[in-house]
């Protein structure tokens, strides 16, 4: 095996654009955590790295990627995990231009998916959703009402200005933040959908590209498996109906 | 000029992690924003880039980079910046490992800058600090007690774990993140003086990673200098005594 990848088992969380760029791709890859271990699964294996005090390249949090292939180098972030893959397993091209303007893409792909996480935890991780509803209603009325639109419109005008007119971020075809957008498509109409449904008219490049990547076999492949974890009440992407306007 | 740097004239923000890298390294840079302009400055080249609907490769929001000597490439997302820069001006190795991590680290130090703005804009960025002042106070409240020892525990790891003992995050000499972790202490040291005081004790590889940063010659004399900007209640970093328990 090339690549072990290390997320959550239950969610799909900051790790799904690592998820799906790997299925994309027909990487080989083992998803450790999902693997049979000491319960339901193998989420010990990633405490024990988190509790490693002994790390010299520690991560802050998962997701991480150990390249077997590769010294067993570990990368964490999961913006840096992909920039590393990326061109390992074709999800870009060689060209400088492409891998920087690509990870500039995910890297505002990241920071939407924290404004997305405070939607529900509007005060604190570390706290239960029940204890910062009234604060989570106000985010979230704003991330709605600007956030989500400021957002789906800066993918719209890549797609729209994107010279090959291609329907895909960059070039003639699919590369790995393609993934990305249909992800955040895909999540904020799962947590969101009256409010989704409302704007998503707006932004037709992005509807098309999130039904391209849809369709593209690998992809459907995985979306229809029990690899694709479920959106829930756990992850990133909450459906929370009194959040939704 | 090599690069022009692109970002708001009055604030430290985001964009100051570039800063830093830049005066470190005495590189030649032009902080276009902070040239004389239309106005007391030159935010309307700010403005007109971010106005441009017809650039392939915009960015979502300052800071961005452009480098004269590579065909205008235009580079957004502070972190991405710094990953195209650093190999260039010599503030970290030719090492795809050291890149990685150093890469890694920045991201976290990206992530810890979007919770830091939260501790006063805890509804949406949008709204004034006066509008959110009690969700704002919770979300500090639980920042100070969990967050910042979180994140300064993970940087004093690393300090420790490096196996050169040089003081440095990653091997024998100074690379971009050190300047970023001096920032954050920097920054949380002005946002949050009794809570910062309280703990940074506890932190004493990254309390002299700071104070090895400062008397560095050319970032001592940046620091001298009225191109470091003053911190104020319009940046990331805020002093506002009621969120300082």
Do not use: C
């Not at 095996?1 to 654009?17: H, K």
């Not at 049979?36 to 005090?53: C, F, M, S, V, Y």
């Not at 997305?116 to 706290?127: F, M």
């Not at 933040?177 to 932004?203: C, H, N, R, W």
């Amino acid at each position: 095996m090339s690549y072990e990848f290390y997320y959550w088992p239950m969610i799909q969380g900051r790790g799904e654009v690592v998820r799906l760029a790997l299925e994309e791709a027909g990487t080989d890859y083992v998803d450790v955590a999902r693997e049979p271990g000491e319960g339901d699964d193998n989420r010990a294996a990633i405490l024990k790295i988190l509790q490693d005090t002994t790390n010299e390249h520690p991560p802050f949090a998962p997701p991480f990627l150990v390249d077997t292939d590769n010294n067993n180098l570990m990368i964490a972030q999961a913006a840096n995990i992909l920039l590393y893959l990326a061109p390992r397993i074709g999800m870009i091209s060689d060209s400088e231009a492409d891998q920087i303007f690509a990870h500039q893409i995910q890297l505002t792909v990241t920071d939407l998916l924290m404004e997305v996480h405070d939607t529900h935890h509007a005060v604190a991780s570390a706290l239960y959703y029940e204890d910062q509803k009234e604060e989570s209603k106000k985010r979230s009325e704003n991330f709605i009402e600007l956030r989500i639109p400021k957002h789906l419109a800066y993918f719209e005008t890549i797609l729209a200005n994107n010279p090959s007119k291609s329907g895909w971020l960059i070039g003639d075809s699919l590369t790995y933040p393609d993934l990305s957008i249909f992800q955040m498509v895909e999540g904020l109409s799962y947590a969101f959908p009256k409010a989704f449904d409302k704007v998503s008219g707006t932004y037709q490049h992005v509807m098309a590209l999130r039904d391209a990547v849809a369709a593209r076999p690998n992809t459907a492949a995985y979306l229809a498996s029990d690899r694709r974890i479920e959106f829930n009440t756990m992850g990133v992407f909450r459906y929370y109906p009194e959040l939704d306007s």
